[in-house]
C-alpha cells in the first residue's frame, strides 16, 4: 500500500510503528457553525481511508478533536449573547447529527480543547525550559527560529514566509514569524488559571497536546484539509518534535479542497452550502458517492448537475449488483448454479483485485 506523503511530497509505502496497527489522528471541526459541504469533505475522505485500513486488515486507533476553545467561537457566542462553551456544547451536538446522517463512523476518541488545559500548560512549560518559548507581559510565544527543521511540511523557508507573511506586528515577539501558545486573557472571554496569569491556548498547541495524549509521541497518520498544511500542520509539528524530540508523524494526508466556481467553498467568503441542505435534497450515499469521485487531493468543483450525475452512476451500480443477486437467485438449485457461482465468484474477485489495486494506490477512489 503506498500512500502520497505530504512531508516527503512522495508517495510512499505505508509502514507503521507496529505491524497492522494504525495511530491516526485527524484535525477536527471549530464549533461555531453547522458544517458545510467542505467541512464534510475530509470527514468523508478519512472515514473511507478508516474503513479501508480496517478492511485490509488493520487495527485502527482513530482520534479526532473539537476545537471548541478559539477566537471564532468567542465573536459567534458574542454576536448571539451566549456563553462560549454552550455556543460550542450545540454545534457538537449539530456536528455528531451531521456526520451521523452522512455514515461517518464516530472517532475512537473526540477530544475536546476545553478538558485538556493542564496537559495543555504542561507542554508550554516544558517548551520555554527548552528554549522554544518565552513570556511576554503573559503571552506566550514559540520562538520558530529555534526549531531548524521550521518549513519542512509546506516546503517554504523562513525568509520565504517573512516576505509573505501577513501576521499582525507585534513589537514585543522575538520574530514576526512567533505565534502565540499561550493568550493572556480578555474581559469577557473565557480563561484558565496558569503559571503566567489567567488566559487561553492557541490554536496550534491545541492539537499538539491532544495527538500526544491520546496516541503517544509519534502518529503513522496525521490527517485534515490542504488549507491546515500552513501554518497549523507546520506548527504541529514544531512544538510536538521540539518538546518530545521525536517524530511528530510519520505520514501526513490532505485532502483538496471543494471548490464553487472554482474558488475554495468556505464560511468567510460565504460560498457554502450546509451539509444539512444538501443531504435534504440527496440521500446520504448519493453524497458519499459524489465525494469519492474525485480523488481526495485533487479539488472538486461542486454543482448540482454533479450531484445529479453522482445519483445516476450509483444507481446503475446497485442496478449490477441486484440484477447479479437476481441471477443468482433464479438458477438456485439448477444445473446451471455451480457453473454460473463460479463464474460470478470469477468476476468478484477480479473485481476485489482491481479495486484493492486503486485503493492500495493513495486511497484512488476515483478509480476504485
Not at 511576554?136 to 525568509?159: H, M, P, Q, T
Not at 495524549?213 to 509539528?237: M, R, S
Not at 450509483?314 to 442496478?319: I, Q, S
Amino acid at each position: 500500500m503506498r500512500v502520497y506523503n505530504t512531508l516527503t511530497k512522495s508517495k510512499e509505502v505505508l509502514n507503521t510503528l507496529e505491524p497492522q496497527k494504525v495511530k491516526m489522528y485527524v484535525c477536527g471541526p471549530t464549533t461555531y457553525n453547522y458544517i458545510h459541504l467542505g467541512n464534510a469533505r475530509p470527514l468523508v475522505v478519512f472515514d473511507i481511508i478508516r474503513r479501508y485500513l480496517k478492511y485490509r486488515g488493520y487495527q485502527v486507533t482513530y482520534v479526532q478533536n473539537f476545537t471548541d476553545v478559539d477566537d471564532k467561537i468567542i465573536a459567534r457566542s458574542q454576536e448571539e449573547g451566549v456563553n462560549a462553551a454552550e455556543l460550542a456544547e450545540k454545534y457538537i451536538g449539530e456536528f455528531f447529527r451531521d456526520a451521523d446522517a452522512l455514515g461517518v463512523m464516530r472517532a475512537d476518541t473526540h477530544p475536546r480543547v476545553s478538558d485538556h488545559m493542564p496537559d495543555i500548560i504542561k507542554v508550554i512549560e516544558g517548551l520555554i525550559e527548552k528554549g522554544y518559548a518565552y513570556e511576554v507581559e503573559g503571552d506566550i510565544y514559540y520562538r520558530v527560529n529555534a526549531f531548524d527543521k521550521y518549513g519542512c511540511l509546506s516546503g517554504r523557508s523562513l525568509d520565504e514566509m517573512r516576505a509573505g507573511a501577513r501576521v499582525e506586528v507585534d513589537e514585543r515577539k522575538e520574530s514576526p514569524m512567533d505565534f502565540a501558545l499561550w493568550k493572556q486573557a480578555k474581559p469577557g472571554e473565557p480563561s484558565w488559571d496558569s503559571p503566567w496569569g489567567q488566559g487561553r491556548p492557541g490554536w496550534h498547541i491545541e492539537c499538539s497536546v491532544m495527538a500526544m495524549k491520546y496516541l503517544g509521541d509519534t502518529v503513522d497518520i496525521h490527517g485534515g484539509g490542504a488549507d491546515l498544511v500552513f501554518p497549523h500542520h507546520e506548527n504541529e509539528i514544531a512544538q510536538s518534535e521540539a518538546y518530545t524530540g521525536e517524530p511528530f508523524a510519520n505520514y501526513w494526508i490532505h485532502n483538496g479542497f471543494i471548490t464553487i466556481n472554482k474558488e475554495k467553498m468556505s464560511k468567510s467568503l460565504g460560498n457554502f452550502f450546509l451539509l444539512r441542505d444538501i443531504l435534504d435534497r440527496y440521500p446520504a450515499d448519493v453524497v458519499r458517492f459524489y465525494l469519492g469521485t474525485t480523488h481526495y487531493r485533487s479539488p472538486l468543483d461542486f454543482d448540482d448537475g454533479k450531484l445529479e450525475e453522482a445519483a445516476r452512476a450509483l444507481g446503475r451500480l446497485k442496478n449490477v449488483l441486484r440484477r447479479m443477486d437476481e441471477s443468482v437467485s433464479v438458477q438456485a438449485g439448477t444445473e446451471e448454479t455451480d457453473e454460473k457461482g463460479q463464474e460470478l465468484l470469477a468476476v468478484l474477485k477480479r473485481l476485489e483485485h482491481e479495486f484493492m489495486a486503486a485503493m492500495d494506490d493513495d486511497f484512488n477512489t476515483a478509480r476504485a
